[in-house]
């Protein structure tokens, strides 16, 4: 089993859509948890970062994170073209420790 | 803009030759982490520096080894290249002001 799953994708969805982006973990000592954004031949971008449990909500994203079931979640509301991209799941044990990545989930808004 | 710039860009080497990615850092970020992400796949940590010295290494073999100087640029080197390891190759530097790691654009490497 692999650390960090996430669906591949990919998904589409209208403009204007909520998307529901999701990743399940297995390692409970996962403290922190970040949503990454990368457009193609690009390096990802630091959307969230959330620390333990509970919801951060910044402008249309609002990340969520369940450690009981081991489960985080990105909400992205009234979904842009521009949002078209893979979204990378992240976590770590420790502030400034390595990152554990999902493999990724595509994600395609269409006008 | 990302403050964390990467070269070159672009790579292709033979299988067996040795290569040498280049990083620069913003000034003051002490951390850098290298990440192996092939097509299709999240990044793979390969290893992590603190103010020059290695402190965390992920599952590669020694001939992925690295450098970190003072002036906040590091260097990846992999020796014995193999067809396997083409892939996009990022480094990122710790941003303690907002978490997370900053990420350059990559090197793309092609091992034929």
């Known amino acids: 089993q692999k650390e960090v799953e996430q669906d591949p994708g990919p998904l589409s969805v209208p403009e204007g859509a909520i998307v529901s982006l999701n990743c399940t973990y297995s390692n409970s000592a996962f403290q922190y948890f970040m949503w990454y954004r990368q457009y193609s031949r690009k390096g990802p971008e630091l959307l969230m970062y959330t620390y333990s449990s509970g919801n951060k909500e910044d402008g249309r994203f609002t990340a969520q994170v369940d450690k009981s079931s081991k489960y985080i979640s990105l909400f992205i509301r009234d979904s842009q073209p521009s949002d078209s991209a893979t979204y990378l799941c992240?976590?770590?044990?420790?502030?400034?420790?390595?990152?554990?990545f999902g493999p990724g989930t595509r994600l395609s808004v269409l006008p | 803009e990302t403050g964390v710039t990467q070269s070159p860009t672009h790579l292709i080497k033979t299988r067996g030759q040795q290569v040498t990615l280049r990083c620069s850092s913003q000034?003051?970020?002490?951390?850098v982490s290298w990440y192996q992400q092939a097509l299709g796949q999240g990044p793979q940590f390969i290893f992590q520096?603190?103010?020059?010295?290695?402190?965390g290494r992920g599952n590669f073999p020694p001939r992925f080894s690295g450098l970190q100087f003072p002036n906040y640029s590091s260097e990846l080197n992999v020796n014995a290249l193999e067809l396997d390891d083409s892939a996009l190759y990022l480094c990122?530097?710790?941003?303690?002001?907002?978490?997370?790691?900053?990420f350059g654009s990559g090197t793309r490497l092609t091992v034929v």
């Open positions: 520096y603190y103010r020059e010295e290695e402190n």
């Open positions: 992240a976590t770590s044990e420790n502030y400034g420790q390595n990152f554990v």
């Open positions: 000034s003051g970020h002490n951390t």
């Open positions: 990122a530097s710790l941003d303690r002001a907002n978490y997370g790691y900053t």
